[in-house]
């Protein structure tokens, strides 16, 4: 079994920028792609980013490109999602995934955290 620890969510001014990380226990890390969501209200969830057991292969949705940035540091069993320029509209739970399978992570992931909640007032 896989856990998934989400830390890091806060509020911040838009503008502003937060860190979240996510703690993974279990199994060996590194062959676990990563990946973060997020759910404002009302809305469906959606995928941020993703990231290969590796580190090797990166994927963002393309609205965030630029502003977001995936990485992970194995040796600590942490993925860690860096939100710059952070916008009202960035408001949302956001929750860390992981699978063993690439392909699987953005729509069918098996294993998820509780999220952390992020609020960006304007």
């Known amino acids: 079994q896989v856990q998934l620890v989400e830390s890091g969510g806060g509020l911040v001014q838009a503008g502003g920028s937060l860190k979240l990380s996510c703690a993974v226990s279990g199994r060996t890390f590194s062959i676990y792609a990563l990946g973060w969501f997020r759910q404002a209200p009302g809305k469906e969830r959606e995928f941020v980013a993703g990231?290969?057991?590796?580190?090797?292969?990166?994927s963002y949705v393309d609205s965030l490109k630029g502003r977001f940035t995936i990485s992970r540091d194995n040796a600590k069993n942490t993925g860690y999602l860096q939100m710059n320029n952070l916008k009202p509209e960035d408001t949302a739970v956001y929750y860390c995934?992981?699978?063993?399978?690439?392909?699987?992570?953005?729509?069918?992931?098996?294993?998820w955290g509780q999220g952390t909640q992020v609020i960006v007032s304007s």
């Open positions: 990231i290969t057991g590796s580190g090797n292969t990166i």
């Open positions: 995934a992981a699978d063993a399978v690439w392909l699987r992570l953005r729509d069918r992931a098996n294993y």
